[in-house]
């Protein structure tokens, strides 16, 4: 079964700083993996995603994450943090090759707090 | 760029009662699905639909609920009788195949409030 963990609940960085968000994923064949990024009182927006073309992925708002197979994670970093990426970020596995199912499966999340 | 639309944002419900989510999925996609989100927890499935059928479902989604999509545009979550422990944000995700590879559009959530 497909299965993500993120390790921190919270992360909190100072503006300008590196961000390092932690995910670990089980999956018995190649994964489909996501970051979501969901702000207050808004929906869940697509960051980037892992697809297996590239292992480093680049996606919006100078976000990257590294696939690295060896080590089960797809960990989500930016260079500089600014105080709009304080939000909730979630690392997500599709579930299944493909069809008519391809549920997602959550980790638990990781708040992200910049301080000024 | 296209939106997933969700309707009401907000629902305070009595316990007992139905209540309809409603969703507009971007207009090309065919794949649907509802999660849910209770306060504090992890984002769940609930159910996913492709050609007018429902194609998974999780535990949770028992008898007591329901997908529809009465027309082209619409997809729609139902409530039969409400318990304290479905209040929890509801949303409303479409993609436009099959592939896993592609990502799922969320809308911004319907919050449920049961009294």
């Known amino acids: 079964a497909q299965s993500v963990t993120q390790l921190d609940s919270h992360v909190s960085v100072s503006e300008g700083t590196p961000v390092l968000l932690r995910c670990n994923y089980s999956s018995s064949y190649s994964p489909s993996l996501f970051w979501y990024v969901q702000h207050p009182n808004k929906g869940l927006q697509l960051l980037l995603k892992?697809?297996?073309?590239?292992?480093l992925v680049k996606g919006i708002n100078g976000f990257e994450a590294e696939f690295k197979k060896s080590e089960t994670s797809f960990h989500l970093t930016k260079p500089s943090a600014h105080m709009s990426d304080a939000a909730e970020y979630f690392c997500?596995?599709?579930?299944?090759?493909?069809?008519?199912?391809?549920?997602?499966?959550f980790g638990t999340g990781t708040l992200l707090a910049v301080q000024p | 760029e296209p939106e997933v639309t969700q309707t009401p944002s907000h629902q305070v419900t009595q316990m007992g009662q139905e209540v309809i989510l409603r969703c507009v999925p971007i207009?090309?996609?065919?794949?649907f699905y509802w999660y849910r989100q209770i306060l504090g927890q992890k984002v769940e499935f609930l159910v996913s639909?492709?050609?007018?059928?429902?194609?998974?479902k999780s535990e949770i989604f028992d008898d007591q609920f329901s997908v529809e999509r009465p027309d082209g545009s619409n997809f729609t979550l139902k409530i039969r009788s409400t318990k304290l422990e479905d209040s929890a944000m509801y949303f409303c995700a479409s993609k436009v195949t099959g592939d896993s590879n592609q990502p799922q559009h969320f809308g911004d959530g319907t919050r449920l409030s049961i009294l």
């Open positions: 639909f492709y050609n007018n059928e429902i194609s998974e």
């Open positions: 207009s090309n996609h065919l794949y």
């Open positions: 892992y697809t297996s073309a590239a292992t």
């Open positions: 997500v596995v599709s579930a299944g090759y493909g069809g008519a199912t391809n549920k997602l499966i």
